[in-house]
């Protein structure tokens, strides 16, 4: 089963308010099983446009739990803090397993 990851691109307007979110999600992230990956607040542009000035990673044991986490109590109580505090887009993404080799494939 591939893993879960939430994706959240921010744009920053209170860091107070964002502090005081970070304190209310981090208990919810632990009873949800997942884990922060990555938070940049100058993420390198590659191509096209993005969103906001922070962008986190959020990784989880599955797409399901990743979902289970974002619609849970604990978390909910902690998403008025994220909203007052910023503008953000939010996704879930499926990771991605590569299908084993059979033994008569071959590279070309």
Excluded: C
């Amino acid at each position: 089963m591939p893993k879960g990851y939430v994706i959240l691109t921010e744009v920053v307007k209170d860091q107070a308010g964002m502090d005081a979110y970070g304190r209310a999600a981090g208990s919810s992230l632990v009873e949800g099983a997942g884990s922060v990956l990555a938070v940049d607040d100058q993420p390198q542009l590659l191509e096209g446009e993005w969103h906001g000035n922070r962008t986190v990673v959020l990784e989880f044991p599955s797409v399901a739990a990743a979902r289970d986490w974002y619609e849970s109590a604990s978390y909910a109580a902690a998403k008025p803090l994220r909203h007052g505090a910023a503008e953000t887009n939010a996704v879930i993404v499926s990771g991605f397993e590569i299908p084993p080799r059979r033994p008569n494939d071959t590279a070309h």
